[in-house]
Structures are given as C-alpha cells and as structure tokens.
C-alpha cells in the first residue's frame, strides 16, 4: 500500500513510500530537502521492514532542529504501522 505523509521540521515537505503486508518498505520518495541525502536514505531504507528502519532513523537530529528527514521518515512508517494494523 502506498503511503503519503507529510512531514515537518525539515527542509523536506513530504514523504512517500509502500508498505507491504509483512512491513517491507519499498519506492521511499522525498519531496524537498537535501536531493542526495533524502536519496541515500531511501536507497539504504529500500527493502528493509518498516521495525528495523525506525529503530535505526528515530532521534536523528538535524542542524539542531530536534528531528531530521530520517527521523520523519521513522515518525511516517511508525504512523503507516498504526494505521495498517487498525485496518
């Protein structure tokens, strides 16, 4: 299933990725931010189940913003893991 979410407090505006059943996370898109290092997240994030990439991403902070794209990108999958598990 594809995810759209938006995303704040990063030079990023939005994320968007898919989401299988067994929470392999595949097509991670970053609309805005720094092009090479939302690129290599996502290709380093490619095929990797949603648990693992949010124990790796979560509190990574950013130019003392407090959060990062990675960090959106955990706070994305972990909303995507909410939402698939109350459908």
Known sequence: M?????????C?????????????????RFLGGCNGNTQGVAALAEGRKAEELISLL?????????????????????AAIKDSEEA
């Open 12 to 28: 990023a505006m939005q994320v968007t990725f898919d989401m299988d059943e067994d929470k392999i996370v595949r097509n991670i």
């Open 2 to 10: 594809e995810y759209v979410c938006r995303i704040k407090g990063v």
């Open 58 to 78: 979560s509190g990574i902070n950013c130019g003392g913003k407090g959060t990062s794209c990675p960090d959106q990108l955990s706070k994305a999958l972990a």
